[in-house]
């Protein structure tokens, strides 16, 4: 294993295009700076952090400023998710075009080390884009633009929103009025289901605290933790863009919302029902109304109907057609559903 290098041959173009581009020489420079013009870019973010407001939100700092240099180059880019597979061998076996690391912690195989290089850091944590050496125009028109973008507002703007705004967040120091990057879009979909931006905003944290990479081992995806197959039948096929995450999230829980609106039902025990159902399933929501009905207990207040999950856990405890879905453990919906709701608490206190 090595540490990650910059060759120096890949930084000199980004030194002296500007000067090209006023020679006779400036024609051919505009026309490699569109190399991958109508390309799809295959990206991976393989740094760590984002579950955690002090490290920032990295993957999503990465998202945007690589939408933007795909504005800049009129190609289109495409966050792959992180999986078991090596990454370094799916940059250089070509399944992804680019890699973005930290250059200080990780490190390139020795088996890969010949076959990469990177391009220069893109913000004060060091962090860097990678490509497969046969990308090398396309790195070279990388570091160009990087060059140029580093100074503007723009830029500045980025780093605050991702970075600088949520190091040392504490509600010690009284009320707040930033959560997450992503509060513009959570304030614009809560709008379309009827909440308080706060309270999906403390789903959000519950299901990924705010990081776009997130991923469970059952599956689901992003922001609000969307399963593929949902996304699917929602007709949103990009789950790690955040906006797109959020509305599949949210036309999830207006479809739910809309299964427990009932005159028996108010407005506290319909999203506490919400909730349940987001986290276990409708099915399962379904079992637990039924085995309240059967016991006599209240199938409309959640407080009440959550009472019947601990007889759940034991298959001799379901009586027979009443329970579809067979035993349930249930402890993390219950979590679920109380940890948002306190958060939510708090969120009303102390986010202005």
Request: charged content about 25%.
């Amino acid at each position: 294993m090595r540490p990650i290098f910059k060759l120096i041959l890949i930084l000199i173009p980004a030194l002296i295009i500007p000067a090209l581009s006023t020679s006779g020489g400036g024609n051919n420079i505009e026309k490699s700076r569109y190399s991958v013009e109508g390309k799809e870019l295959k990206a991976m973010v393989v740094i760590k952090g984002g579950m955690y407001l002090n490290h920032g939100h990295p993957v999503g700092f990465h998202f945007d400023l690589l939408n933007r240099f795909a504005n800049h180059q009129r190609c289109k880019v495409k966050i792959k998710p992180v999986i078991e597979s090596d990454p370094w061998r799916e940059l250089t076996e070509g399944r992804i075009d680019l890699l973005v690391v930290d250059s200080v912690r990780d490190t390139i195989p020795d088996q890969y080390s010949h076959l990469v290089i990177s391009g220069l850091d893109l913000n004060d944590y060091e962090q860097v884009w990678v490509v497969a050496k046969e990308n090398y125009t396309m790195l070279q028109n990388m570091n160009y633009w990087i060059g140029y973008y580093r100074n503007s507002e723009e830029y500045s703007n980025l780093i605050r929103k991702y970075y600088k705004q949520y190091k040392r967040v504490s509600f010690e120091n009284g009320p707040i009025s930033v959560l997450s990057p992503y509060d513009p879009i959570i304030k614009r979909y809560a709008s379309t289901i009827g909440w308080d931006w706060r309270l999906l905003a403390s789903l959000i944290y519950q299901e990924s605290k705010f990081s776009m990479s997130a991923r469970s081992g059952r599956g689901a995806h992003g922001l609000m933790q969307v399963m593929s197959q949902s996304a699917k039948h929602l007709d949103i096929s990009e789950l790690y863009d955040p906006e797109l995450n959020i509305k599949a999230g949210t036309m999830l829980i207006k479809r739910l919302s809309n299964l427990y609106k009932s005159s028996n039902i108010d407005s506290v025990n319909q999203i506490k029902f919400v909730l349940a159902a987001y986290n276990a399933g409708e099915g399962r929501v379904e079992d637990i109304r039924r085995f309240a009905i059967h016991t006599g207990i209240n199938h409309n207040e959640w407080d009440s109907a959550k009472s019947v999950i601990s007889m759940m856990r034991e298959r001799e405890n379901l009586p027979e057609g009443v329970v579809k879905l067979g035993t349930f453990k249930g402890t993390e919906t219950l979590n679920f559903v109380d940890s948002i709701l306190e958060r939510y608490d708090n969120y009303k206190v102390l986010v202005k």
